[in-house]
């Protein structure tokens, strides 16, 4: 409990310094001003492609599960993702919102390893086909940004992913005499599933595309913004500059990324000529549009609180 409180207060403390630095070097109150006058039509589109990524994050949650030789529909599944991301953004810090997703993955049906052991792979792939992305953009981002060494990190960071997935394979070559902690059979569960689900060409190559398509689909939800703003950003730089802004975002070093992802908006977007007020902007009306359709994910948990356990087994 201490560590947990401590862990929200030191995230609390960099949410508010990174705001602080950000205004030293934005008029916040201009920012705002920018948001005001957001085109509906685009923003209408902006919230309609957040949706999409709903569908695609259930669908990618989905197809892990398949894997684990359990089928969860695709609708559900995206349910039960939405109730955690609401848990996640609305009320940060208080309860995870994997773990609520675990949890409720659980209450559902699923054998408990079998939701610890999903969402995790499903961490791990997303990051990775976000890595992946950011690879293979590297040349539109070294466009726009210039050839520096430090991108090399891109390409680095998806090695050592993959290496990370290998190792996850391994996991139940641990000694036998350890094999009465719970702690190394969850561990060796985790194996299992990860060599059902890396090992096989055709459900890896499925799940690597689909989780590319959301990460595209994220690009379009700011490009569809930036054009509600009228900020000067092509759909080719939207694809090279937002990857690196989300990979930082998603640090577990704020609250939601709230003041990470505007300082990381204002330097990516930067370099292709839009203004900071603009930049800032354009990361706030994506936070608050990724706040806006968790929401839903409220209501999916009132509906689904008092359902009894499905059937989730993979027939045939």
Not at 245 to 270: D, F, H, K, Q
Not at 306 to 312: A, L, Q, R, V, Y
Request: aromatic share 8%; with cysteine.
């Amino acid at each position: 409990m201490i560590k947990r409180w401590a862990s929200l207060a030191l995230k609390l403390a960099l949410t508010a310094a990174a705001i602080w630095y950000l205004s030293r070097k934005v008029d916040l109150g201009a920012a705002l001003g920018v948001c005001r006058g957001v085109h509906p039509g685009w923003l209408l589109a902006a919230m309609l492609l957040q949706g999409v990524q709903m569908l695609v994050c259930g669908g990618r949650w989905s197809l892990v599960l398949r894997a684990a030789r359990l089928a969860m529909p695709v609708f559900q599944a995206t349910r039960l993702y939405m109730i955690g991301l609401f848990f996640g953004q609305v009320l940060p810090g208080a309860v995870g919102g994997d773990a609520i997703r675990v949890w409720k993955a659980h209450q559902n049906g699923l054998p408990l390893s079998a939701s610890i052991n999903s969402v995790l792979l499903e961490r791990v792939l997303t990051v990775f086909g976000l890595l992946l992305l950011a690879t293979l953009t590297l040349p539109l981002l070294a466009a726009r940004v210039g050839h520096s060494p430090a991108l090399w990190m891109f390409p680095g960071l998806t090695l050592a992913g993959l290496l990370g997935m290998l190792l996850l394979t391994v996991l139940d070559r641990l000694p036998a005499r350890l094999a009465h902690l719970r702690l190394v059979r969850g561990f060796m569960a985790l194996a299992v599933d990860s060599r059902r689900l890396f090992f096989s060409p055709a459900r890896l190559g499925t799940i690597l595309a689909v989780t590319l398509f959301g990460h595209v689909n994220l690009t379009l939800v700011v490009w569809a913004m930036a054009q509600g703003l009228g900020a000067p950003l092509s759909v080719m730089d939207c694809l090279a500059l937002v990857p690196p802004v989300v990979l930082v975002t998603i640090l577990p070093i704020s609250i939601s990324g709230w003041g990470v992802r505007e300082n990381m908006m204002v330097l990516m977007l930067g370099s292709v000529g839009v203004g900071h007020e603009q930049a800032t902007a354009l990361s706030l009306l994506f936070g608050i549009s990724g706040m806006a359709i968790s929401l839903l994910g409220g209501l999916f948990w009132l509906q689904v609180k008092n359902s009894g356990p499905i059937d989730f087994s993979l027939k045939g």
